[in-house]
C-alpha cells in the first residue's frame, strides 16, 4: 500500500503473482497476497480475469462521487458506477471478503450520512471497513477528526453490521506516518518556488 497502484501495471504484476504463488518458485499462498488499489477499473478486469485468488483492498475513501472524487482523483476517471460492478464481479467470483479502507478526514467524510453511504456500499459487496485517522499534513488543509469523531463513525457502522477496524498509525506526532514522510520528502527533493 502507498507504493504506487499495482493494477496500472498487470503486465508486471499477474507474472509476478503466478511466480509468488507457484509452488516450484516461492509457493506463497494467495489467501497471504493483498492487492491494494484505488480504483483501477481495467486493472481489476484483468485481475479477476486470471483468477489468482489474492485478497482486495480498495481505497475508497468515499462512499459517494461527490466526496471520492474530493479525496480521490482517480474517481473522476472510473468513478463508483464503474468501480462497484467490477467488485461485484471481483466478490462473486472471490473467496475472500473485501476491504475498503477509508481515511476519516474532518468535516469531508467523517458525518453519520458518510457512515450511512459507507455502509450500503459495504453491505451490498460483503466487505469489511479499514478505518484510518487522517494523518495531519503541513501545507494540506485537511484535518485529523477528533477521537470521539472516529470511534462514533465506528459505532454506527458496527451498529449497521459492518465489520469495522480502526487503524492507528504510529509516528503522526514526529511527521512520519502514512502519508507525512512522502510530501516532507517531496518539499525537501523540490523546494517550492
Known amino acids: 500500500m502507498g507504493m504506487g ?14 511466480l509468488i504463488t507457484d509452488r516450484q518458485a516461492l509457493g506463497l499462498s494467495p489467501r497471504h497476497i ?6 483501477n477499473v481495467p486493472g481489476l478486469n ?9 485478497r482486495l483492498a480498495v481505497s475508497l475513501h468515499g462512499a459517494t462521487d ?10 473522476r476517471r472510473w468513478p463508483l458506477a464503474e468501480l462497484i460492478p467490477a467488485l461485484e464481479t471481483w466478490q462473486a467470483n472471490s473467496k475472500h471478503m473485501l476491504t475498503f479502507e477509508y481515511i476519516l478526514i ?10 450511512q453511504a459507507l ?13 484510518i485517522p487522517y494523518n495531519p ?5 485537511w484535518r485529523r477528526p477528533t477521537e470521539t469523531a ?3 463513525f465506528r459505532r454506527t457502522l458496527l451498529t449497521l453490521h459492518i465489520p469495522t477496524t480502526m487503524r492507528y498509525e504510529k509516528g503522526a506526532d514526529i511527521n512520519a506516518a502514512c502519508g507525512q514522510l512522502r510530501l516532507q520528502h517531496s518539499e525537501e527533493t523540490h523546494p517550492p518556488g
Open 106 to 115: 474532518s468535516g469531508v467524510n467523517d458525518a453519520p450520512q458518510h457512515a
Open 137 to 141: 499534513v503541513q501545507g494540506l488543509e
Open 150 to 152: 472516529c470511534r462514533a
Open 46 to 54: 484483468k485481475l479477476i480475469a486470471s483468477g489468482i485468488p489474492v
Open 34 to 39: 493483498t492487492i491494494s488499489t484505488s480504483g
Open 119 to 131: 455502509s450500503e456500499l459495504a453491505k451490498k459487496l460483503h466487505a469489511k471497513v479499514n478505518l
Open 66 to 75: 461527490d466526496v471520492r472524487s474530493r479525496i480521490m482523483p482517480v474517481n
Open 5 to 18: 497502484e499495482p493494477l496500472a501495471n498487470t503486465d508486471h504484476l499477474l507474472p509476478a503473482l503466478r
